[in-house]
């Protein structure tokens, strides 16, 4: 049984920086794609970035240049690194498998105070 959970969320300033952790359970982490997505107050869950399982990212216009999302097939884990953030990144982080099976965790709260 696939599992993910999050961590790293929590509250910053302005400008701030945070770094997400995913942790997934399982066999299949390695050839699987790996993302985050995010879903703030009142709005739709949106794509934030993705990682294949040989690496090639794909980002959100509203994050590039400021977030990087990385794994590590030996820890089963995925990694969004965010700097200079900012008030409208606030949202709840959500971590995407996708591929051979689809799972979601349970998000972290991302708060970005001006």
């Known amino acids: 049984q696939v599992r993910l959970v999050e961590s790293g969320g929590g509250l910053v300033q302005a400008g701030g920086s945070l770094r997400l952790s995913c942790a997934a359970s399982g066999s299949i982490f390695s050839i699987s794609t790996m993302g985050w997505y995010r879903q703030g107050p009142g709005m739709q869950r949106e794509l934030v970035a993705t990682?294949?399982?040989?690496?090639?990212?794909n980002y959100a216009d509203s994050v590039k240049g400021r977030f990087t999302i990385s794994r590590d097939n030996v820890k089963s884990a995925v990694y969004l690194q965010m700097n200079s953030l900012k008030p409208e990144d606030t949202a709840v982080y959500y971590c995407?498998?996708?591929?051979?099976?689809?799972?979601w965790g349970q998000g972290t709260q991302v708060t970005v105070s001006s």
């Open positions: 990682i294949t399982s040989g690496g090639s990212t």
């Open positions: 995407r498998m996708s591929g051979f099976v689809e799972r």
